[in-house]
């Protein structure tokens, strides 16, 4: 593979469009320069539609591929987290074709580096391959706080399978992250957060409304959950605040952290948020198909924008998708928020992602040096392909 040039309708850098430029790569795939086309020489690859830098899946759970099509839509979250806990034991090897399916349909669709939760080691295998780029999020759950050592203990052991995955390759980061706000006890939180130091964490927040519903009141469809868990809640008391306004107390406020959904969140949270945390430390990642997927409901995203909030994509697994491809993510926000620039939805898609999983020095832009991949968008954004 030798020198590549690339040009197309639109340009984009990962940051913004840039006018009738060429983007030039190394026989290593890596960004050589972004020259003026008159300068550009000959030999030039011509495309319709828009270049961009690889995109970047900041949530996914890479293990749940099996369960495609299994769960109804539209069922709200109580019900869906029931249904995954019933569906996601198959036999071992039905589990690990449909994960190497779905890193082939990341791969095409141009995603090129993954957040993805772990609760299992099932897909240690398919990352060896080191086609795609992971931060593996090994999550744990437990709302017993007599649960809270076991849990964090299978956490650590799992967490160390993946760090020895790397077998003299690129080695694999790796956080133990929470789950949710009402999956994980005190004591739990605390060993969390205790393991994490300054690491990057990720968790599910304000999903659906029955979570700040549970905080602030003590009350909802969590209630029901808890009861058919059998689980004997009487240590928990409502602190009469929403659940991000509850737990993000507990984190240092340099923690980086990753937001997944904010389907719920509000301006008051949001206004909270910028008084406790140094707020460049966090990331609100949308995943608007699985929102839809799950409960219909899309977050407010012209809301989060304010301020310059720094939001991300996600796909969610094949469990609330029809399909990994951060495209089609894009598609629905334009959709549903006409007015948000092509320039935002592809920063959130590329940059922006790679920041967030702290890859940056590697992914996102066409900067000399790096390698972030090459894509061409659609320009209505119906779909993308890979060039490099
Ligand atoms: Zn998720």
């Not at 099509?69 to 019900?79: F, N, S, W, Y």
């Not at 964090?152 to 706000?181: C, D, Y």
């Amino acid at each position: 593979m030798g020198y590549r040039k690339f040009k197309a309708d639109r340009l984009f850098d990962g940051y913004r469009f840039r006018e009738g430029e060429v983007l030039v790569t190394d026989d290593g795939g890596r960004v050589a320069d972004l020259v003026p086309a008159g300068d550009a020489g000959d030999n030039i690859e011509q495309y319709n539609g828009i270049l961009s830098p690889g995109f970047i899946n900041c949530h996914c759970h890479l293990e749940l591929s099996h369960m495609k099509g299994l769960i109804p839509e539209g069922t709200g979250l109580v019900p869906f987290v029931g249904q995954v806990m019933a569906g996601r034991s198959k036999p071992e090897d039905e589990i690990l074709a449909a994960i190497d399916a779905a890193e082939n349909e990341m791969y095409d669709n141009g995603i090129v580096a993954v957040g993805d939760i772990c609760n299992t080691a099932y897909t240690i295998d398919c990352k060896k391959g080191q086609r795609l780029r992971y931060y593996n999020f090994i999550e744990v759950s437990g709302f017993d706080p007599a649960l809270a050592e076991m849990r964090f203990e299978t956490a650590k052991e799992l967490s160390a399978r993946f760090e020895f995955a790397a077998n003299g390759q690129q080695p694999m980061p790796w956080s133990i992250v929470p789950h949710s706000p009402y999956s994980v006890s005190g004591p739990l939180w605390e060993k969390i957060i205790h393991n994490a130091g300054s690491k990057l964490l990720s968790i599910h927040n304000q999903e659906d409304p029955a979570e700040n519903e549970f905080f602030e009141k003590k009350e909802g469809a969590f209630m029901g959950l808890y009861e058919k868990m059998k689980l004997d809640i009487h240590f928990f008391s409502a602190s009469g605040k929403s659940s991000l306004r509850t737990y993000l107390t507990r984190l240092p406020a340099s923690q980086p952290l990753i937001l997944v959904h904010n389907v719920f969140t509000s301006a008051e949270d949001l206004l909270y948020v910028e008084q406790l945390t140094a707020s460049p430390s966090i990331y609100w990642c949308l995943c608007p198909r699985a929102n839809r997927y799950i409960s219909t409901v899309l977050p407010d995203v012209p809301l989060l924008m304010q301020q310059g909030r720094r939001i991300v994509f996600g796909t969610d697994s094949l469990a609330s998708n029809h399909r990994l491809d951060i495209v089609s993510e894009i598609s629905l926000v334009r959709e549903f928020y006409p007015a948000i620039a092509d320039s935002d939805l592809l920063t959130w898609a590329t940059s922006n992602g790679a920041a967030a999983l702290q890859l940056q020095d590697e992914f996102g832009s066409f900067e000399k040096g790096k390698k972030p991949g090459v894509v061409l968008v659609d320009e209505h954004f119906t779909g993308a392909n890979r060039l490099l």
